[in-house]
Antibody, heavy 121, light 108 residues
Framework: EVQLVQSGRGLVQPGGSLRLSCAASGFTFRSYDMNWVRQAPGKGLEWVSYISSDGRTIYYADSVKGRFTISRDNAKNSLYLQMNSLRAEDTALYYC??????????????WGQGTLVTVSS | SYVLTQPPSVSVAPGQTARMTCGADNIGRRSVHWYQQKPGQAPVLVVHDESDRPSGIPERFSGSNSGNTATLTISRVEAGDEADYYCQVWDSSSHHVVFGGGTKLTVL
């Protein structure tokens, strides 16, 4: 069974940093591209970042570029999102999501349970 | 940037057909995916690449895409279909994933 288990939830002050983790199991993690998607309270889905299976291709939404860093450790079957210079508008539930093999870049077939990030003083 | 426009809400009686649109410039040239999200839950993929359904998704869910509008259709709507629905595409010019604003489906 494909599982994406997230950790790293927290309350952080504006300007602070936080790292989110997403542990994968039930599939060959190193073969799959991954995404981070977030959802502010009461709002819609917003894509955050994409990373290819080998980590060599990375994309960011304009709203987080230069502040967030996506990475992965295929030996540990884990995906990460390092968030720096956090702002109140980064407050959201963050999801990791898997892109199926040989599929459209946007497609996400399995999602983590989400981890809440609150940026507040 | 590429923008996907969805109506905020759609209402339908049980047993009827719900149609939710996703509008954008020449969206018919792109692969469109649809997600269902119920309160407190992660999104679930219900239709991908315009009209394909993942395993486990009922045949009542279907999609189409032409011109400037993609449509998710749910036939014989059930109370359990009440949720938010999001369309999504890949914008190759910006290398961005784009989501629509979402449509809340209410089953009367």
């Amino acid at each position: 069974e494909v599982q994406l288990v997230q950790s790293g939830r927290g309350l952080v002050q504006p300007g602070g940093s936080l790292r989110l983790s997403c542990a994968a199991s039930g599939f060959t993690f190193r073969s799959y591209d991954m995404n981070w998607v977030r959802q502010a309270p009461g709002k819609g889905l917003e894509w955050v970042s994409y990373i290819s299976s080998d980590g060599r291709t990375i994309y960011y939404a304009d709203s987080v570029k230069g502040r967030f860093t996506i990475s992965r450790d295929n030996a540990k079957n884990s995906l990460y999102l390092q968030m720096n210079s956090l702002r109140a508008e980064d407050t959201a539930l963050y999801y990791c999501a898997r892109r199926p093999l040989y599929s459209n870049y946007a497609l996400c077939d399995h999602w983590g349970q989400g981890t809440l990030v609150t940026v507040s003083s | 940037s590429y923008v996907l426009t969805q109506p905020p809400s759609v209402s339908v009686a049980p047993g009827q057909t719900a149609r939710m649109t996703c509008g954008a410039d020449n969206i018919g040239r792109r692969s469109v995916h649809w997600y269902q999200q119920k309160p407190g839950q992660a999104p679930v993929l219900v239709v991908h690449d315009e009209s394909d359904r993942p395993s486990g998704i009922p045949e009542r869910f279907s999609g189409s895409n032409s011109g400037n509008t993609a449509t998710l259709t749910i036939s014989r709507v059930e109370a359990g279909d009440e949720a938010d629905y999001y369309c999504q595409v890949w914008d190759s010019s910006s290398h961005h994933v784009v989501f629509g604003g979402g449509t809340k489906l209410t089953v009367l």
